[in-house]
């Protein structure tokens, strides 16, 4: 089993309909979770984190987390065609050392249709 | 530009040559990150300092592969005697603290590709 697991896509969604990019992740001990967007050819940037259970809204994005079914999501409201790209998830341990590696997912491709 | 910079941005080279790449991290962040992406996949983990100290390396990080970060700020990356399966994109972060809540910030990466 992986450690970070996403569908790879690719999720084609309608311009302006709602984006739901979906990551489970293995080890319990995990306690901080980042999504990062990854335009083609391009480093990944940070869209979103968050280290509670619940929601987090930013803008058109919001992050869910449930730590006790280890499941992380992204939801993208009013899809531009900007937002076309592939979606990484990320988690981090805090391990020994204090700020521990992050762990990614193969990320999800999504693509907004005009 | 206070990012996190890269150099080269690209580099070509032939199966066997060393080459060397380099990541300057936004000032005063003291954690220094290596990852390693291929096509298609994930980021993967190379190795990390805290300011000069190499904190961890991943076992992806084979003895052909080295770095260091001298004085605790700029770091380097070498590959020795590269493979054509060394061709991947080299991605460098910093943060600032070891808090959970602190990201980590990616440069552009350096993209290589062995003939």
């Known amino acids: 089993q992986k450690e970070v697991e996403q569908n790879s896509g690719p999720l084609s969604v309608p311009e302006g309909a709602i984006a739901s990019l979906n990551c489970t992740y293995s080890?319990?001990?995990?306690?901080?979770f980042f999504w990062y967007r990854q335009y083609s050819g391009k480093s990944p940037e940070l869209i979103m984190s968050i280290y509670s259970n619940g929601d987090k809204e930013d803008g058109r994005f919001t992050a869910q987390l449930n730590k006790a079914s280890q499941y992380v999501s992204l939801l993208i409201r009013d899809s531009q065609p900007s937002d076309s790209a592939t979606y990484l998830c990320a988690v981090r341990v805090w391990g020994n050392f204090g700020n521990e590696k992050l762990t990614f997912g193969t990320g999800t491709r999504l693509t907004i249709i005009p | 530009d206070t990012g996190v910079s890269q150099d080269p941005r690209h580099k070509i080279t032939k199966r066997g040559q060393n080459v060397t790449f380099r990541c300057d991290p936004i000032?005063?962040?003291?954690?220094l990150y290596w990852y390693r992406q291929t096509l298609g996949q994930g980021p993967e983990f190379l190795t990390y300092f805290q300011n000069e100290a190499q904190l961890e390396k991943s076992r992806l990080l084979s003895d052909r592969f080295s770095a260091e970060r001298p004085k605790g700020s700029f770091s380097t990356l070498e590959i020795q005697r590269t493979e054509q399966g060394d061709s991947a994109m080299y991605l460098c972060?910093?943060?600032?603290?070891?808090?959970?809540?602190?990201?980590?910030?990616f440069g552009p990466g350096t993209r290589l590709l062995v003939l």
């Open positions: 000032s005063e962040h003291n954690r």
């Open positions: 080890d319990r001990g995990s306690q901080s």
């Open positions: 972060a910093s943060s600032p603290k070891g808090l959970a809540e602190e990201t980590q910030y």
